[in-house]
């Protein structure tokens, strides 16, 4: 999709720019311009003046920020299906726009930073979750209360100190998974009645705040069987590469499944919700949530 738009951006670009420099070149040369044509007169004005905006345009989504929408409900609560957020492409580094091969690098990603990137077994598509692992990382994460905690790679064994998601006490969220539909959210306030509560088909999720390396944000989880084991999975995360976990974490589809995130993949930093609808997956939005417009945690 990325690499339509910037295609369709070219082409819009070289032939606005074509007709300038002709128009240019003919003007200089004190040459007549047959205006038989009104209509086509204005439609070559039309194209000569949108040179300059698509250029812009280009140099502004390729290399500065970008725009991307919110399919899903893998990244709640801090991200809704709906919500429009700009991502900074400088933040990893400087990719030229078709092939995104790498001009330059300016940062590496850290624990906590929310990144959109290309998912790994299909390059046409884009992903958005949190960072939770980078490269040498050996993560231990607890499948049955979903805990996480980090052995770091240390050039210096001795002052290597071990990284711990810490976690607030859990509480109701106000987010209910309708059972017969995983990814249907509602307002527990608005939504619940009566009979699916007697047929327990609705489930309310529990919510609390995270914090790594100073970095704090809010998570979702459904309740847990305190019965069963506790289920240590562990994961070494390769060179130049990423461990990436939804905010939601029991309904995401992430690192945990499908591996680690190469550097190459990765498109931006998202920073910034511009603009929020009122939507579920697969449904046409009812209004606006201009609550939500701000800095993403």
Known sequence: MDYNISVILLTIIFISGSTWIIDSIKKKNNKKIIKNNTYLEKIKKNVISMFPVFILIFIFRSFVFEPFRIPSESMMPTLFVGDF???????????EPIFQKTIFKTNLPKRGDVVVFKYPKNNKINYIKRV???????????SQN????I????????NCKTIYFNRSKLKNSKFVEIRNNFKNYKNKKNQINKK???NKSCL???IARETVNNKSYSILFKKKDKKKINKIKIWTVPEKKYFMIGDNRDNSYDSRY???VPEK???GKAVYIWMSFKKEVNKWPTGFRLSRIGKIE
């Open 146 to 149: 979903s805990k996480i905690f």
């Open 258 to 260: 499908w591996g680690y």
């Open 85 to 95: 957020i700009l991502v900074k492409k400088f933040s990893y580094g400087i990719k």
């Open 265 to 267: 993949n990765l498109i």
């Open 204 to 206: 309310i999720l529990k």
């Open 196 to 198: 699916e509560k007697k």
């Open 151 to 158: 052995f770091p790679k240390c050039k210096n064994k001795i």
């Open 132 to 142: 939770i692992g980078i490269p040498g990382d050996k993560i231990f994460y607890n």
